[in-house]
């Protein structure tokens, strides 16, 4: 490559921040190099069924960004993690696992989110009864009709979602919002019962949080064409009966009763967790927010600009973020990392 | 329409209406004084649904919400049948120490008596 | 000069030693009143047993030599050794030298204390005499290296062993001035005498000579005797109101604590004893995990005591507690400062709590079981442990209900600890009948803190075991069902199970059979609590995290792959937040441990066989 490191930029992360941002780069003529630790493109989308809120088909979203990639001849580094970032006389040294070294002028983080890992909710009892399933493990059965809910070939009869697992919980440490997940679970709600129209499907949430476009219409239809039961209180615990279904114990705080249902699966909406290795902030010297979550450097002004000069943030690795959100924030970074190549911080 | 018969509760002998104006409200600044953490509620119903003792009645949530808005009757009768198992501070997602609430609660209300 | 002159100056002293020995009694009496006709039954059965002497021989060891604290800190116990046994050795080789030259045993009392000033050569050109000389002088020595470090202990308390020191009122500032000039005054005073004199022991008729050189020593004869016997007198009047109540009481302590009136509700004359055996030493703020981690500082046992002793503690200090039991376990007197907590708070909410109002006890369910199991309210927050065992109780083929499986049961012992007791016997009640309902022969607990209180509270016609136990027996009688791992774990020992159970060795068995035990700086009697212990009702969030964090780290020093407890708060209370090692409880590892049931029984064997075995280890 005889490109001039100073004018290259490293995007890390292929997910959908990263693809747009990669995207805008080479549009505007800049050379990017796209890292990604799997093995292909696309990032948490590729594990999702369909989207909130018009319950798009997230395989075709999908196949729109790879479109993307292809129609750009965008290079995507699968499988490739990136283990350390440096920056040294102005100039970023990426190194990959492999032991991999490159040089460039610029990088673009989007290197996204963890999902929190629910097990940690012990009291739940995910990962101890097979029927505590996560908002993921729930798309990922809805992709393939034969298995679903079906329980020994039955419709459940009964489905309950518990909103905010592992987000707004000092309790594991995490006081944030994760945003996503109040829609994803109205949006889980009515394919549930689209897919089981006999099925009872019950929302444990503490707020519902409609701020999207389209959100709080998605909310109104889930009550009026779905029935969907919304039950203001936080499940405090989970615990199975003989038959292996699971019985949840919440309050039901618009009553001020204890309230005790049993249910054929409970669907833990996971929320997101910081995606940044703790490594990789100490080498750079990137500061986190309370969160854990890379911090910008001013969130009137700067949005998307890190602690580092010359390091810009995209998508869910500077706090939980929907898919059109990464995306306007990749092409954004896009332009201030131009914009910083050029030298017009 | 006495007794059994008053199913649905035709006969109510108290107002229904909270007035905030009048109420006295300053328990739950005490008790926010001793212990801090209560101000962090957000009614969510953790303690509740976890309360070893919510079928005798127990509900933290409304024992909190009821000193917020002054209405101190039923209050005591309510925190009576606390086990003081602690079970809710531990589920508490905003970290309140519900134990310590109501357990000084307990006492205030002796004081005050 | 001969000392039947009685010179003015003994007068301090004699008067002191009056006030105490008349004080001392009545004040003595006036607790044993408060005595039941029971607990004096109690006394008088133990006291012409091997008790008394075993009482005798702790009295040395603890009163005088203080062997508890020479192995808290060796520095440490010589300063209370040296000053405790010096001083004593000081009376009594004093009191023999007084005998063996009058040829009389009942010398004034002050003549042993001031016989310098009579015979300032001792016992004239004997051998006897050459040696008490020097013995009383090598005595006096001892007893004042003691104070050196005493003075030391003020101001470099590290060196010590000791953190921080304690924070003395004024009725101890006064003892302690009187204490700390009384061996000073007295080697000064024998000093003057001896170069006065020109003969004396080889230590004071050197300073003696010394002094003699740049003092007027005629002079200061009588005046150094005096400071001598006012300092003397006015310790013995400001002891009984200072920490120095300790000296004599804690020997009439430990003959009581060998009478075997230590009750845990400390309702009797024991209580007021061990309040003022309490000598502020302050190993206690020493090993508390709230002044080490959460800067807590206001309500160790030692300001409780204090408190108690000297009226009623305030809520802050009653209520500041773990009730973790490691200042009861590092106490030098032993002195039982969680019960003492536990009845200083039932004292204050007696009148505050009304009893619980609870449902009656609605029918068990009929079916005969041979184990019943009470996971624990905590438990339900930590289902892999209640998941883990039933697991294990069915693959070993135990007939089992579980107790609290679709009910809320307590067992009473929160209640308990806030000073709840009334509703504590109502909780108490309820869950006996919850339990005789069942028939089961076996009560097996998850729970520490339920299994303490069910030894000790209730009256239950069935043995009760904690799953460490039962598991490890099991472990024991049925070893193939077991298989060994490489897994290295370290333990923490829950305070209600170790020290307040004293089971140590069958959690760390269990891990033996099952993998490698990593061992941690705070182990079995030391160690640390996780700071989610409910009897504390004062602390913060926050503070109880910065003693979680800390106990957390020293258990994960050794780089184990699991940290594992046995308790399913101290589980919860150690998974919140981010923890790179997981936290696990004993029957987790149990149940990962079990033999797959391929290899156990590759011809799938009857259920009968298993049922059969199961029984047997359940009688």
């Known amino acids: 490559m005889s490109v001039n490191p100073k004018k290259r930029v490293a995007v890390v992360g292929a997910g959908v921040a990263g693809i747009a941002a990669a995207v805008a780069l080479k549009r505007a003529g800049v050379d990017a190099d796209v890292y990604e630790k799997e093995s292909g493109p696309g990032g948490h989308l590729t594990r999702w069924h369909a989207l909130f809120p018009g319950r798009e088909n997230a395989a075709t979203v999908l196949q729109g960004f790879l479109n993307e990639v292809k129609e750009n001849r965008l290079d995507i580094r699968t499988g490739t993690l990136v283990t350390d970032i440096r920056k040294e006389n102005g100039l970023f040294r990426v190194t990959t696992g492999s032991g991999e070294c490159s040089e460039y002028g610029a990088v673009l983080l989007a290197n996204g989110f963890r999902l929190f890992d629910a097990a940690r909710k012990e009291e739940y009892g995910y990962g101890i009864y097979p029927r505590v399933i996560t908002s993921p493990d729930l798309e990922k059965r809805m992709e393939d009709p034969a298995t679903g809910l079906l329980i020994h070939n039955q419709a459940p009869k009964k489905v309950a979602f518990v909103h905010c697992v592992g987000s707004r919980d000092a309790k594991v440490g995490n006081r944030y919002c994760s945003k996503v997940c109040c829609i994803s679970g109205v949006k889980q709600a009515i394919a549930v019962r689209e897919q089981y129209p006999s099925c009872e499907v019950m929302n444990f949430y503490m707020d519902l949080r409609m701020f999207g476009s389209g959100f709080e219409e998605l909310y109104q239809e889930a009550q009026e064409k779905y029935g969907i039961n919304f039950i203001r209180g936080r499940v405090s615990e989970a615990a199975p009966t003989l038959d292996g279904s699971i019985q949840v114990k919440a309050e039901d705080t618009l009553l001020g009763c204890p309230l005790k249902v049993t249910v054929d699966w409970l669907i833990l909406l996971v929320g997101m967790e910081p995606g940044i290795p703790g490594s990789l902030h100490d080498s750079l010297g990137l500061e986190r927010d309370d969160a854990g979550f890379a911090g910008c450097r001013n969130k009137f002004l700067l949005p998307g600009y890190s602690s580092v000069d010359g390091l810009f943030l995209a998508g869910a690795c500077a706090g939980p973020a929907t898919i059109p959100d990464s995306v306007n924030q990749g092409r954004a970074a896009a332009l201030s990392a131009i914009h910083y190549l050029n030298g017009k911080v | 329409m006495n007794g059994k018969n008053d199913k649905w509760g035709f006969h109510t002998e108290k107002s229904n209406l909270i007035t905030l104006d009048s109420n006295d409200r300053s328990l739950v600044n005490i008790l926010a004084e001793q212990v801090p953490s209560l101000n962090s509620c957000f009614f969510c119903g953790s303690c509740g649904a976890t309360c070893t003792a919510s079928d005798d009645g127990m509900n933290f949530r409304l024992v909190h919400l009821l000193l917020r808005r002054g209405e101190l009757q039923t209050v005591n009768k309510i925190i009576r049948s606390c086990l003081l198992c602690g079970k809710c501070t531990l589920v508490c997602p905003r970290n309140v120490d519900t134990r310590a609430v109501i357990y000084n609660l307990k006492i205030l209300i002796h004081e005050l008596h | ?591 990962m441990m079990l033999q797959p049931e391929e290899i156990l029984h590759p011809e799938k064997a009857g259920e009968a066989e298993l049922e059969s075995e199961g029984q047997e280890i359940c009688q």
Request: glycine share 6%.
């Open chain 3, 1 to 591: 000069m001969n000392f039947t002159e009685h010179p003015a100056f003994v007068f301090p002293f004699v008067v002191g030693m009056l006030f105490i020995f008349i004080y001392l009694p009545v004040i003595y009496v006036t607790w044993l009143r408060k005595n039941s006709l029971a607990d004096f039954k109690t006394i008088l059965r133990s006291i012409f047993t091997t008790n008394t002497l075993k009482a005798v021989r702790e009295i040395f060891s603890e009163c005088l030599l203080h062997r508890r604290i020479f192995r808290y800190n060796i520095r440490l116990g010589y300063m209370h050794m040296s000053l405790a046994f010096g001083w004593f050795l000081l009376i009594v080789v004093g009191k023999i030298e007084t005998m063996v030259f009058t040829h009389d045993g009942f010398n004034p009392p002050y003549l042993p204390v001031f016989f310098k000033y009579f015979y300032p050569s001792g016992i004239p050109d004997t051998f006897k005499g050459r040696f008490f000389l020097m013995i009383m002088d090598l005595l006096l020595i001892l007893v004042l290296s003691g104070l050196f470090l005493a003075f030391l202990k003020r101001f470099r308390s590290r060196v010590l062993g000791m953190k921080r020191t304690t924070k003395h009122i004024f009725p101890d500032r006064i003892a302690l001035t009187f204490l700390w000039f009384i061996f000073p005054l007295r080697w000064f005073a024998e000093s003057v005498t001896a170069g006065i004199a020109g003969s004396g022991g080889f230590f004071t008729l050197g300073s003696g000579r010394a002094l003699a050189s740049f003092l007027p020593l005629e002079d200061l004869l009588l005046p150094s005797w005096w400071a001598y016997s006012i300092v003397l007198g006015g310790f013995f009047f400001a002891l009984p109101f200072s920490r120095y109540m300790h000296i004599f009481t804690e020997v009439v302590l430990i003959f009581l604590k060998y009478w075997n009136l230590a009750t845990p509700e400390r309702q009797n004359a024991y209580a007021d004893f061990e309040i003022n055996a309490c000598s502020r030493c302050g190993i206690c703020t020493n090993v508390c995990q709230l002044s080490a981690d959460a800067g807590i500082t206001h309500s160790q046992a030692v300001y409780f005591l204090r408190d108690l002793r000297y009226g009623t503690p305030e809520r802050p200090v009653l209520e500041n507690c773990f009730l973790c039991g490691r200042c009861s376990q590092a106490c030098p007197v032993e002195i039982g400062i969680d019960q003492l907590r536990i009845a200083g708070r039932k004292r204050m909410m007696n009148a505050i709590a009304p009893a619980a109002e609870m449902r009656p006890v609605v029918s068990a369910n009929g079916e005969k079981v041979d184990v019943l199991y009470f996971a624990g309210c905590m438990s339900h927050l930590t289902p892999g442990i209640i998941d883990a065992t039933r697991e294990i109780l069915t693959r070993a083929g135990i007939r089992f209900s579980v107790l609290d499986d679709r009910e809320e049961v307590c067992c009473g012992r929160p209640a308990r600890q806030a000073g709840f007791a009334d509703q504590a016997r109502s909780i108490i009640a309820r869950t006996t009948a919850l339990i005789n309902r069942s028939g089961a022969s076996l009560l097996l607990v998850t729970c520490p803190i339920c299994y303490k209180v069910f030894n000790e509270e209730y009256d239950l016609p069935i043995p009760v075991e904690h799953h460490t136990v039962f598991l490890n027996r099991l472990m024991t009688e049925r070893p193939s069902l077991f298989r060994k791992s490489s897994l290295r774990m370290s333990y923490h020992d829950p305070c209600d199970l170790g020290r307040g159970s004293g089971i140590y060795e069958q959690p760390r068995s269990i891990i033996r059979r099952t993998g490698v035990l990593v061992s941690a700086a705070h182990e079995r009697e030391d160690a640390l609590c996780c700071g989610g212990s409910l009897a504390n009702l004062a602390i913060t969030p926050r503070q109880r995290t910065l003693v979680t964090d800390s106990a957390y780290q020293m258990l994960t020093a050794g780089n184990p792959d699991y940290v594992v407890t046995s308790c399913p708060l101290c589980k919860k209370t150690f998974a919140a937040g981010k923890r790179e090692i997981p936290v696990a409880d004993i029957a987790e590892i149990a149940r």
